[in-house]
């Protein structure tokens, strides 16, 4: 089992800058592909970002290319997302999820590929 616990939300002007954190425990983290994904009112879940268990590959959505980056610290069992240059598109609640996947490359978009979230954050950006 691995529990994942997120924290960095908050209300923000556009513009501004966060950091999401999450910090997992329970089994090994080196060997989980890592995900941020997000959901706003009305909307499906989104994927924002994904890092390999390694750490040498990365992913992020179309909308957040750019502005966010997802980094790894594996003595610390935490993967964090740095958004920058944020607009009010991005308010929504932000999921930590992990997958257990031992190849050192992969990364996925998939949702149905993490069985295990966190309970999720609010990210809110007034115009």
């Known amino acids: 089992q691995v529990q994942l616990v997120e924290s960095g939300g908050g209300l923000v002007q556009a513009g501004g800058s966060l950091r999401l954190s999450c910090a997992a425990s329970?089994?090994?983290?080196?060997?989980?592909?890592m995900a941020w994904f997000r959901q706003a009112p009305g909307k499906e879940r989104e994927f924002v970002s994904g890092?390999?268990?390694?750490?040498?590959?990365?992913a992020y959505g179309d909308s957040v290319k750019g502005r966010f980056t997802i980094s790894r610290d594996s003595a610390k069992n935490t993967v964090y997302l740095q958004m920058n240059s944020l607009s009010p598109d991005d308010t929504a609640v932000y999921y930590c999820?992990?997958?257990?996947?031992?190849?050192?490359?992969?990364?996925?978009?998939?949702?149905?590929?993490?069985?295990?979230w966190g309970q999720g954050t609010q990210v809110t950006v007034s115009s």
């Open positions: 999820a992990a997958a257990f996947k031992p190849i050192p490359w992969y990364v996925t978009a998939r949702p149905d590929e993490y069985n295990y």
């Open positions: 890092i390999s268990w390694s750490g040498e590959n990365t």
């Open positions: 329970g089994r090994a983290f080196s060997s989980y592909v």
